[in-house]
């Protein structure tokens, strides 16, 4: 599976952006399909994850600001980003997986990776 993310850009604070990412090869059997972030230096943070039958979980500090849905055949995955916060400057990374993770949010459970995409938001 290959996974590419596009969408990111830069914003103020206070604005939005609209992550996409496109999976490629065998897409019909992923179990689950997430978003997550890292800072350099930082370890990568798990930000919203969903699954085959479209139950979203999300990390606390994005709750109600950020909605991650998915197209019917699981080939596109989204992440629609509102009232950006400069803390949410970060690379956005896709990734997914065959089987559900025993913790959705930890990047350690995910086998496949996107290249990333980077958010900046400015204050």
């Known amino acids: 599976v290959l996974l590419v993310e596009s969408g990111g850009g830069s914003v103020q604070a206070g604005g939005s952006l609209r992550l996409s990412c496109v999976a490629y090869?065998?897409?019909?059997?992923?179990?689950?399909m997430a978003w997550f972030r890292q800072v350099p230096g930082f370890e990568r943070e798990g930000v919203a994850t969903?699954?085959?039958?479209?139950?979203?979980t999300y990390t606390d500090s994005v709750e109600g600001r950020f909605t991650i849905s998915q197209d019917n055949a699981k080939d596109i995955l989204w992440l629609q980003m509102n009232s950006l916060k400069p803390e949410d400057t970060a690379m956005y990374y896709c990734a997914a997986d065959h089987t559900a993770p025993a913790d959705t949010l930890w990047y350690g459970d995910y086998k496949y990776w996107g290249k990333g995409t980077q958010v900046s938001v400015s204050s």
């Open positions: 969903i699954d085959s039958d479209g139950r979203t």
């Open positions: 090869g065998y897409t019909d059997s992923l179990s689950f």
